[in-house]
Protein backbone atom coordinates (compact mmCIF):
# COMPACT_ATOMS: atom_id res chain seq x y z
CA UNK A 1 0.00 0.00 0.00
CA UNK A 2 2.75 2.51 1.04
CA UNK A 3 4.15 1.94 -2.46
CA UNK A 4 1.08 2.17 -4.65
CA UNK A 5 0.94 6.01 -2.41
CA UNK A 6 4.11 6.88 -3.28
CA UNK A 7 4.25 6.14 -7.08
CA UNK A 8 0.74 7.92 -7.10
CA UNK A 9 2.32 11.17 -5.24
CA UNK A 10 5.10 11.06 -7.52
CA UNK A 11 3.42 10.76 -10.64
CA UNK A 12 0.52 13.65 -9.66
CA UNK A 13 3.60 15.69 -9.31
CA UNK A 14 5.37 15.14 -12.44
CA UNK A 15 1.42 15.92 -13.72
CA UNK A 16 1.58 18.87 -12.39
CA UNK A 17 4.82 20.30 -13.20
CA UNK A 18 4.11 19.18 -16.72
CA UNK A 19 1.50 21.48 -17.05
CA UNK A 20 2.58 24.10 -14.92
CA UNK A 21 1.27 27.29 -16.55
CA UNK A 22 3.00 30.88 -17.03
CA UNK A 23 6.11 29.81 -15.73
CA UNK A 24 8.96 32.65 -17.23
CA UNK A 25 7.98 35.69 -15.82
CA UNK A 26 8.35 39.13 -17.84
CA UNK A 27 7.99 43.31 -17.90
CA UNK A 28 6.57 43.93 -20.99
CA UNK A 29 7.92 47.33 -23.11
CA UNK A 30 3.94 48.96 -24.52
CA UNK A 31 5.33 52.24 -25.46
CA UNK A 32 3.98 53.09 -28.63
CA UNK A 33 2.30 49.27 -28.81
CA UNK A 34 -1.09 49.16 -29.55
CA UNK A 35 -3.63 47.69 -26.65
CA UNK A 36 -6.96 46.19 -27.15
CA UNK A 37 -9.41 45.50 -24.20
CA UNK A 38 -12.58 43.73 -25.03
CA UNK A 39 -16.00 43.71 -22.41
CA UNK A 40 -17.43 44.94 -19.81
CA UNK A 41 -15.87 43.44 -16.99
CA UNK A 42 -12.18 44.04 -18.61
CA UNK A 43 -13.34 47.11 -18.26
CA UNK A 44 -14.78 47.87 -14.74
CA UNK A 45 -11.29 46.09 -13.84
CA UNK A 46 -9.03 48.93 -15.07
CA UNK A 47 -6.91 47.18 -17.67
CA UNK A 48 -7.04 49.60 -19.96
CA UNK A 49 -6.19 52.39 -17.30
CA UNK A 50 -3.23 50.00 -16.27
CA UNK A 51 -2.42 49.52 -20.46
CA UNK A 52 -2.58 52.68 -20.77
CA UNK A 53 -0.45 53.93 -17.66
CA UNK A 54 2.24 51.45 -19.22
CA UNK A 55 2.26 53.74 -22.16
CA UNK A 56 0.46 51.57 -24.80
CA UNK A 57 -1.96 53.20 -27.21
CA UNK A 58 -5.37 51.86 -26.22
CA UNK A 59 -8.72 50.76 -28.00
CA UNK A 60 -11.80 49.70 -25.84
CA UNK A 61 -14.02 47.55 -27.66
CA UNK A 62 -17.36 47.08 -24.98
CA UNK A 63 -20.90 47.72 -24.52
CA UNK A 64 -20.07 48.95 -20.41
CA UNK A 65 -20.19 49.80 -17.99
CA UNK A 66 -21.43 53.35 -19.18
CA UNK A 67 -20.11 55.24 -16.48
CA UNK A 68 -16.46 53.81 -16.99
CA UNK A 69 -16.54 54.25 -20.65
CA UNK A 70 -17.87 57.50 -19.87
CA UNK A 71 -14.77 58.29 -18.08
CA UNK A 72 -12.12 56.52 -20.52
CA UNK A 73 -13.25 58.88 -23.48
CA UNK A 74 -13.01 61.98 -20.88
CA UNK A 75 -9.34 60.45 -20.23
CA UNK A 76 -8.30 61.37 -23.99
CA UNK A 77 -5.73 58.66 -23.82
CA UNK A 78 -7.48 55.72 -25.35
CA UNK A 79 -10.15 55.23 -28.32
CA UNK A 80 -13.48 53.70 -26.65
CA UNK A 81 -15.71 52.10 -29.27
CA UNK A 82 -19.14 50.89 -27.60
CA UNK A 83 -20.20 47.50 -29.11
CA UNK A 84 -19.79 43.87 -29.13
CA UNK A 85 -16.10 42.39 -30.25
CA UNK A 86 -15.63 41.70 -33.71
CA UNK A 87 -12.15 40.32 -35.49
CA UNK A 88 -11.01 42.74 -37.32
CA UNK A 89 -10.64 44.82 -33.70
CA UNK A 90 -7.45 42.60 -33.44
CA UNK A 91 -5.69 43.89 -36.76
CA UNK A 92 -2.02 45.39 -35.92
CA UNK A 93 -2.63 44.73 -32.09
CA UNK A 94 -0.01 44.01 -30.57
CA UNK A 95 -2.19 42.62 -27.05
CA UNK A 96 -5.18 41.84 -25.99
CA UNK A 97 -6.97 41.53 -22.36
CA UNK A 98 -10.61 40.28 -22.63
CA UNK A 99 -13.36 38.69 -20.94
CA UNK A 100 -16.92 37.38 -21.25
CA UNK A 101 -19.54 35.02 -19.44
CA UNK A 102 -19.72 33.17 -22.94
CA UNK A 103 -17.21 30.76 -23.74
CA UNK A 104 -17.58 30.50 -27.29
CA UNK A 105 -16.79 34.38 -27.26
CA UNK A 106 -13.53 33.78 -24.96
CA UNK A 107 -12.33 30.62 -27.33
CA UNK A 108 -13.01 33.05 -30.50
CA UNK A 109 -10.99 35.92 -29.31
CA UNK A 110 -8.56 33.93 -27.96
CA UNK A 111 -8.39 32.16 -31.53
CA UNK A 112 -8.58 35.68 -33.33
CA UNK A 113 -5.67 36.59 -31.33
CA UNK A 114 -3.47 33.93 -31.95
CA UNK A 115 -3.94 33.96 -35.78
CA UNK A 116 -2.77 37.44 -36.10
CA UNK A 117 0.27 36.23 -33.77
CA UNK A 118 -1.61 39.10 -31.04
CA UNK A 119 -0.88 38.13 -27.08
CA UNK A 120 -3.81 37.44 -25.56
CA UNK A 121 -5.08 37.51 -21.95
CA UNK A 122 -8.55 36.01 -21.60
CA UNK A 123 -9.48 36.82 -17.98
CA UNK A 124 -10.31 33.67 -15.80
CA UNK A 125 -9.56 31.49 -18.42
CA UNK A 126 -6.11 30.19 -18.54
CA UNK A 127 -6.95 28.07 -21.43
CA UNK A 128 -7.08 30.51 -23.49
CA UNK A 129 -4.08 32.96 -22.08
CA UNK A 130 -0.88 33.24 -23.60
CA UNK A 131 0.30 35.30 -20.48
CA UNK A 132 -1.21 36.03 -16.64
CA UNK A 133 -1.32 39.61 -15.75
CA UNK A 134 0.30 39.39 -11.63
CA UNK A 135 -0.93 41.29 -9.25
CA UNK A 136 1.37 44.20 -8.83
CA UNK A 137 2.22 46.62 -6.18
CA UNK A 138 3.79 49.68 -7.71
CA UNK A 139 6.26 52.01 -5.78
CA UNK A 140 7.82 54.77 -8.52
CA UNK A 141 10.04 52.44 -10.68
CA UNK A 142 9.97 49.11 -7.95
CA UNK A 143 7.84 46.76 -9.17
CA UNK A 144 6.66 43.69 -6.99
CA UNK A 145 4.56 41.39 -8.89
CA UNK A 146 2.51 37.95 -7.10
CA UNK A 147 1.56 35.61 -9.42
CA UNK A 148 -0.04 31.94 -8.52
CA UNK A 149 -0.35 30.89 -12.94
CA UNK A 150 -3.69 31.77 -12.79
CA UNK A 151 -4.94 29.31 -10.31
CA UNK A 152 -5.93 31.42 -7.27
CA UNK A 153 -6.69 35.12 -7.78
CA UNK A 154 -7.58 35.85 -4.55
CA UNK A 155 -4.23 34.44 -2.88
CA UNK A 156 -2.35 36.71 -5.26
CA UNK A 157 -4.55 39.85 -4.89
CA UNK A 158 -4.41 39.05 -0.75
CA UNK A 159 -0.73 38.78 -1.00
CA UNK A 160 -0.35 42.15 -2.39
CA UNK A 161 -2.21 43.85 -0.40
CA UNK A 162 0.32 42.39 2.54
CA UNK A 163 2.92 44.05 0.29
CA UNK A 164 1.39 47.23 -0.21
CA UNK A 165 1.42 47.17 3.84
CA UNK A 166 5.00 46.69 3.72
CA UNK A 167 6.66 48.60 1.23
CA UNK A 168 5.16 51.84 1.82
CA UNK A 169 5.73 54.69 -0.67
CA UNK A 170 9.10 55.95 0.63
CA UNK A 171 10.51 52.48 -0.96
CA UNK A 172 10.12 54.61 -4.76
CA UNK A 173 12.62 57.20 -2.68
CA UNK A 174 14.67 54.59 -1.55
CA UNK A 175 14.85 53.26 -5.14
CA UNK A 176 15.58 56.88 -6.47
CA UNK A 177 18.32 57.27 -3.99
CA UNK A 178 20.29 54.19 -4.69
CA UNK A 179 19.87 54.67 -8.70
CA UNK A 180 21.33 57.99 -7.64
CA UNK A 181 24.58 56.21 -5.62
CA UNK A 182 25.01 53.76 -8.17
CA UNK A 183 24.91 56.44 -11.20
CA UNK A 184 27.48 58.29 -8.87
CA UNK A 185 29.54 55.06 -8.30
CA UNK A 186 29.76 52.99 -11.11
CA UNK A 187 32.44 54.47 -13.32
CA UNK A 188 35.30 53.82 -9.99
CA UNK A 189 33.81 50.40 -9.43
CA UNK A 190 34.64 49.09 -13.08
CA UNK A 191 34.36 45.27 -12.38
CA UNK A 192 31.02 43.88 -12.14
CA UNK A 193 31.77 41.01 -9.80
CA UNK A 194 33.52 43.36 -7.76
CA UNK A 195 30.79 46.14 -7.92
CA UNK A 196 28.30 43.09 -7.08
CA UNK A 197 30.24 42.29 -4.18
CA UNK A 198 30.81 45.83 -2.53
CA UNK A 199 26.73 46.49 -3.05
CA UNK A 200 25.72 43.71 -1.01
CA UNK A 201 28.34 44.33 1.66
CA UNK A 202 27.43 48.02 1.83
CA UNK A 203 23.41 48.21 1.12
CA UNK A 204 21.81 47.72 4.58
CA UNK A 205 17.99 48.34 3.65
CA UNK A 206 16.78 48.06 7.28
CA UNK A 207 18.88 51.40 7.99
CA UNK A 208 18.59 53.21 4.58
CA UNK A 209 14.38 52.79 4.92
CA UNK A 210 14.24 53.74 8.55
CA UNK A 211 17.14 57.34 7.60
CA UNK A 212 14.53 57.84 4.73
CA UNK A 213 11.27 58.03 6.73
CA UNK A 214 13.15 60.35 9.07
CA UNK A 215 14.13 62.45 6.13
CA UNK A 216 17.48 61.94 6.50
CA UNK A 217 18.18 61.48 3.03
CA UNK A 218 21.72 62.63 3.07
CA UNK A 219 23.12 60.89 5.81
CA UNK A 220 21.42 57.35 4.02
CA UNK A 221 23.14 58.40 0.74
CA UNK A 222 26.57 59.27 2.71
CA UNK A 223 26.57 55.94 3.92
CA UNK A 224 25.84 54.20 1.28
CA UNK A 225 28.87 55.93 -0.90
CA UNK A 226 31.35 55.06 2.56
CA UNK A 227 30.37 51.63 2.30
CA UNK A 228 30.89 51.47 -1.51
CA UNK A 229 34.74 53.15 -1.12
CA UNK A 230 35.51 50.28 1.63
CA UNK A 231 37.04 47.45 0.13
CA UNK A 232 35.50 45.54 2.63
CA UNK A 233 31.40 47.54 2.74
CA UNK A 234 32.45 48.68 6.22
CA UNK A 235 31.76 52.23 7.53
CA UNK A 236 34.24 54.68 7.12
CA UNK A 237 34.53 58.18 8.55
CA UNK A 238 31.60 60.07 9.92
CA UNK A 239 29.77 59.92 7.32
CA UNK A 240 29.23 56.09 8.18
CA UNK A 241 28.59 56.58 11.84
Known amino acids: MAETDTHTQTDTQTETEAIRRFAYPVSLELGGRRALVVGDLAVAHGKAEALAGAGAEVTVVAEGPAAALDRLERDGRMTVRRRRFAPGDLDGMFLCVAASPDPELRAAIHREARARQVLVNVMDDPEHCDFAAPAVVRRGDLVIAVSTGGRSPALASRLRE ?80
Open 162 to 241: QLEQRYGPEWEALLDLLAEVRAQTIASLPDVDERIRRWRAALRLDEVEALLRDHRRDEARQRLLDRLSSADGADTGEGGQ
